[in-house]
Nanobody, 126 residues
Framework: QLQLVESGGGLVQPGGSLRLSCATSGFGMDYFHIGWFRQAPGKEREGVSCIVGASSSINYADSVKGRFTISRDNAKATINLQMNSLKPEDTGVYYC???????????????????WGQGTQVTVSS
């Protein structure tokens, strides 16, 4: 059974850093696109970053380019999101999601992802 479990959220001051992890089980990461999404209170869910299977091709939302880094740890079967220079507008519930491998780049559209984790809260506030 495909499962995704997020961890690493918390409260951090503006300018600080957090590292989120998405632990995967029940499937091989090489054969899936895995993405990070977030949802702020009262707003729609938006894509943050995604990574493609074994190729590790990566995509980022413009709002996080240069600040966030997505990576994979094959030994631990995790997809990590290093978040630096955090801003209050980065606040939200962060979810990881997976979809079976397709040709081309991964996309930051939540409607194409099939499996979701339960989310982890990130709050950026002084």
């Amino acid at each position: 059974q495909l499962q995704l479990v997020e961890s690493g959220g918390g409260l951090v001051q503006p300018g600080g850093s957090l590292r989120l992890s998405c632990a995967t089980s029940g499937f091989g990461m090489d054969y899936f696109h895995i993405g990070w999404f977030r949802q702020a209170p009262g707003k729609e869910r938006e894509g943050v970053s995604c990574i493609v299977g074994a190729s590790s091709s990566i995509n980022y939302a413009d709002s996080v380019k240069g600040r966030f880094t997505i990576s994979r740890d094959n030994a631990k079967a995790t997809i990590n999101l290093q978040m630096n220079s955090l801003k209050p507008e980065d606040t939200g519930v962060y979810y990881c999601a997976a979809r079976p491998l397709t040709w081309g780049m991964c996309v930051l559209r939540d409607e194409v992802y099939d499996a979701w984790g339960q989310g982890t809260q990130v709050t950026v506030s002084s």
